[in-house]
C-alpha cells in the first residue's frame, strides 16, 4: 500500500492528536492489521495490539472480546460496508478514529488490483458525526487537515485549501 509514497504529514497529525487524548499507559487495539502507523504508536510508548485482517463487516469478535482500553480506527470505516456494526461492537469508553473526507473534485479512491484497499464510503464530516452519535459515542475533539500534493493542476490547488482527512476522539455516551 505504501511502495511509492508513506503519507508522513497524515501520520504526523494523527500522532499529535492520538498523544493529546491517550495516554501511553492506556492499551489500544489498532482496527486493521499492522501497518506503518501501527508501528509508529509503538515506538512512541504505546501498548498496541492489532485485528488480524478478518473481514470486520461479517466478523467483529476480535473487538467484542478485546480488553483495550482505547480503539483506535485510522482509515478503516471507509473500507466497511457496515462501520455501524462495528462502532456499535466497541466495548470500550474511548475511541479515536479518522476517515479520509468526500472531494467533490474527486471520485471515491478505488485500486484495481487490490479488493481490500478500496472506498466504500467517503464521508462528509456531519456524516460520520451522525454515524458516530447513531452508535453511540459522543465526539469530544476533532480536528480536519489537508492533503496537498506536489504537482500541477486544477486538483492539486484545490488540494492546497480543501480539507482531506477528519479525525475525531470520541467517548461513549453513557446510557
Known amino acids: 500500500m505504501y511502495e511509492n509514497t508513506f503519507p508522513n504529514k497524515r501520520f504526523k ?13 492506556e492499551s489500544i487495539l489498532d482496527l486493521g492489521v499492522e501497518n506503518p502507523f501501527s508501528k509508529i504508536m509503538t515506538s512512541h510508548g504505546y501498548s498496541v495490539t492489532n485485528t488480524m485482517g478478518e473481514d470486520l463487516d461479517l466478523d467483529t469478535s476480535a473487538i467484542e472480546n478485546s480488553e483495550a482500553d482505547v480503539v483506535t480506527a485510522f482509515e478503516i470505516f471507509e473500507h466497511l460496508l457496515s462501520p455501524f456494526t462495528v462502532l456499535k461492537s466497541i466495548k470500550t469508553n474511548k475511541l479515536v478514529a479518522s476517515v479520509p473526507l468526500k472531494l467533490w473534485f474527486a ?3 478505488r485500486s484495481k488490483t487490490d479488493l481490500w484497499d478500496r472506498h466504500y464510503h467517503e464521508f462528509e464530516d456531519w456524516q460520520f458525526d451522525w454515524l458516530l452519535k ?3 459515542w459522543k465526539i469530544i475533539a476533532r480536528e480536519k487537515w489537508t492533503n496537498p500534493t506536489k504537482t500541477l493542476g486544477i ?3 484545490l488540494r492546497l485549501f480543501t480539507p482531506r482527512y477528519y479525525i475525531v476522539y470520541a467517548e ?4
Open 134 to 136: 447513531k452508535a453511540g
Open 13 to 25: 497529525r494523527t500522532l499529535e492528536f492520538l498523544q493529546k487524548h491517550i495516554s501511553t499507559s
Open 107 to 109: 471520485p471515491a479512491y
Open 172 to 175: 461513549r455516551i453513557k446510557e
Open 155 to 157: 486538483r492539486p490547488i
